[in-house]
C-alpha cells in the first residue's frame, strides 16, 4: 500500500491463486510411499485455491494405456492415489489424463506414470 495523498491511495492486490498457463501437474506418483511424499495427483492451483478456475468443478478421467476409462472423479479434489474407479489400486505403468478445469478452455491432457 502507498500513500500517494492526503485523497489518493494506491493498492496493489496479489492474486494468490495460480491461472492455466502456469498450471504445476504431477508426472509421477507413489502411491505406496511410506514417506507419503506424492503419493496423489496434487494439482497445487486447487490445493491453494479451489475455485481458481470459477465455480464449476474440477474433472479427472484417467485411462490406461489401451485408452480404457480407469478412473473418473466429476468433483476432483487432490485425492487421486492411483486407484481405479472401484477403489482397487492400479498396476504400476503409465496412465493418461483430462482435467477438466470447469473453465470455457479445453480440457488439459497429459500422462502420469504410477509406480509402486
Do not use: H
Not at 7 to 27: A, F, G, M, Q, T
Not at 68 to 74: A, C, I, T
Amino acid at each position: 500500500m502507498l500513500l500517494l495523498s492526503p485523497k489518493y491511495l494506491e493498492l496493489n492486490i496479489e492474486r494468490p491463486c495460480s491461472d492455466r498457463n502456469s498450471l504445476v501437474l504431477p508426472n509421477v506418483i507413489f502411491p505406496d510411499s511410506p514417506s507419503g511424499d506424492n503419493r496423489y495427483f496434487i494439482v497445487e492451483a486447487l490445493k491453494d485455491c479451489p475455485d481458481a478456475f470459477g465455480p464449476k468443478p474440477t474433472k479427472l478421467t484417467v485411462f490406461n494405456r489401451w485408452g480404457d476409462l480407469v478412473y473418473r472423479n466429476d468433483d476432483y479434489k487432490n485425492d487421486w492415489d492411483g486407484t481405479n474407479t472401484q477403489g482397487l489400486p492400479l498396476p504400476s505403468g503409465t496412465y493418461y489424463y483430462l482435467l477438466d478445469l470447469g473453465s470455457v478452455s479445453a480440457p488439459i491432457k497429459g500422462y502420469v506414470v504410477i509406480m509402486r
